[in-house]
């Protein structure tokens, strides 16, 4: 797929470019992205380079995985990263993300998580997108909440990272929760006596 810009009313989400290297790696030396997420740690320039000038335009080059610079209109700053990666089920891609620190708080990757999903159902054809997030990264829950996601329940070892296998919580956005027509007819699964209806979270009664 060729490379697009997303925009938001604050936001571009631009493919990443060589020049984005500095504010990459500035932005993961924060233990906080290294801690929940599949990055390097330590994290290098050299990994910063690779990340920008490499792996992110390849993934748009061979469609395993389109990955954005989320980056502030007013001003061009590097706020984030986040990436659309399809899974093996046709149709179905999970969503991943991290935010600079000096950036959390004002909303801006829900902003680009919901615009993402948006165009993920719309110009890729998709009919599910995942999250996944390893259990206890309360601010990356707390944005696919935001961004309407349904939590779906934990996955053991649903997660690989740096060499450990940790437990996830798992949710879905389907393109009806933006009220959206999907490509294929979805056909939800009728309620079940006593289970208070489609979407209950029902873990915490069993």
């Known amino acids: 797929m060729e490379p697009i810009t997303l ?16 504010a990459v790696h500035a932005a993961c030396q924060d233990p906080d992205i290294q801690r929940w997420t599949v990055v390097p740690s330590p994290y290098g320039r050299a990994d910063a380079e690779l990340f920008a000038g490499q792996l992110s335009p390849g993934g748009w080059q061979d469609d395993s995985m389109y990955n954005f610079a989320v980056v502030l209109r007013d001003g061009g700053t590097l706020a984030g990263a986040l990436g659309i990666n399809p ?21 801006y990757t829900t902003e680009a998580v ?13 009919d599910r997108l995942e999250w996944r ?8 829950r707390a944005v696919a909440l935001r ?10 070892s649903g997660l690989f990272n740096k060499g450990v296998r940790r437990d996830t919580w ?3 956005l389907l393109p009806c929760d933006l009220g959206l027509p999907g490509t294929h007819a979805y056909l939800p699964a009728p309620a079940r006596p006593g289970d208070g209806g489609p979407g209950r979270d029902v873990s915490a009664a069993l």
Not at 133 to 140: C, D, H, K, Q
Request: aromatic fraction near 10%; hydrophobic fraction near 35%; avoid cysteine.
């Open 87 to 107: 899974r093996t089920q046709p149709g179905t891609y999970e969503v991943g993300f991290w935010t600079a620190r000096e950036h959390r708080g004002l909303g």
């Open 147 to 156: 961004a309407g996601f349904h939590m779906e329940g934990d996955q053991r």
């Open 170 to 172: 798992t949710g879905a």
């Open 7 to 22: 925009t938001t009313d604050r936001l571009l989400l631009r493919p990443f470019v060589p020049g984005d290297a500095d």
């Open 114 to 126: 919901l615009r993402a999903a948006r165009w993920t159902f719309g110009s890729l054809g998709g």
């Open 133 to 140: 997030a390893e259990i206890g990264n309360l601010p990356s």
